[in-house]
């Protein structure tokens, strides 16, 4: 009987539908990394706020190529998977499983490194805007040691739903539904079933897109300005503003239109120990990776 009943309640949950609202706030803050690229960072700004799965969430912006001519020399990684995705310049990746590439304008790399991968992400230009992100999500403890893959999107293998209004949603990973539509991203074989849209909306349009239940999921306003639901609060620009639990998200931008990115993912729901480039779940792990990568042993392939 009682399963009878926790079975209706669910249910009738789902035929409401939940609304998602703003739960807290994460600031982006103005840092630097590989060799000085300039930078902001709103998840993973401190161990203390992360959004599980997701570890970290980049964006870089500048039409100045001092701020991002260095780029991300040589450098390890263990135990995560890296989302690259360009809106503006071109980026050289090399590793050493034996990638190389460049990606530009609406292009993303999906990279797990797995047991360990070596690579650099260099700039393919030495003038114009540099513009794009970079996000962390984590790997099971399961999947930490699994050998390393690589996935290069080019822009015009993402779908791009559009319609009369001006709503443009580009649909990397997970799905989009609309209008009885549902319309899946290229990326698959990932472990916590990532959601990642980029969405525009004109000024004074709302959309309204469906998550699972089950996913933890933050909105990134990088563009113009947005509400959630019927809050009135504008959202803070630049921040990722985590949002409760619920199967429905709906999002409205104001007399200025809204560019932002739409980010869910299933928690892993196990502990994490970082240490730079290396994310694992026991400090004991931890130190292994680094003894591997002093040692040659983090791949098997010669460093780039």
């Known amino acids: 009987m009682a399963f009878f009943v926790m079975a209706v309640i669910t249910s009738f949950k789902r035929a409401v539908m939940i609304k998602r609202r703003v739960d807290r706030m994460i600031p982006s803050i103005e840092t630097s990394d590989g060799a000085g690229v300039k930078l902001r960072r709103s998840i993973g700004s401190s161990h203390f706020l992360r959004l599980d799965p997701f570890l970290m969430l980049d964006e870089f912006y500048s039409d100045d190529p001092n701020d991002y001519l260095a780029g991300f020399p040589s450098h390890p990684h263990r135990g995560f998977e890296t989302v690259t995705y360009m809106i503006d310049g071109f980026m050289r990746h090399v590793d050493s499983m034996g990638n190389s590439g460049v990606i530009g304008p609406g292009d993303v790399q999906w990279m797990s490194a797995g047991r360990g991968v070596i690579h650099s992400e260099m700039p393919e230009q030495t003038e114009g805007r540099m ?22 999107i080019p822009k015009d293998s993402i779908p791009e739903f559009s319609e009369a209004t001006g709503l443009r949603v580009r649909i990397i990973a997970g799905r989009f539904e609309y209008d009885g539509r549902v319309i899946p991203g290229p990326i698959n074989a990932l472990s916590a079933d990532p959601y990642f849209l980029d969405v525009y909306l004109p000024a004074g349009h709302s959309v309204s897109v469906a998550l ?77 990776a680094i003894s591997d990568y002093q040692c040659g042993r983090l791949t098997d392939s010669a460093k780039v």
């Open 131 to 152: 513009r794009g992100f970079q996000l962390w999500i984590n790997l099971p403890a399961a999947a930490k040691m699994k050998p390393p893959t690589y996935q290069d």
């Open 212 to 288: 699972p239940l089950t996913h933890n999921s933050c909105v990134y306003v990088y563009e113009g300005e947005a509400m959630i639901g019927d809050e009135t609060t504008l959202l803070v620009h630049r921040a990722a503003a985590i949002l409760t639990e619920g199967d429905t998200v709906d999002i409205m931008a104001s007399k200025n239109g809204a560019r932002f990115l739409l980010l869910a993912g299933r928690p892993l729901n196990e502990p994490i120990v970082q240490h730079g480039p290396f994310v694992m779940t026991t400090r004991e792990e931890i130190e292994e």
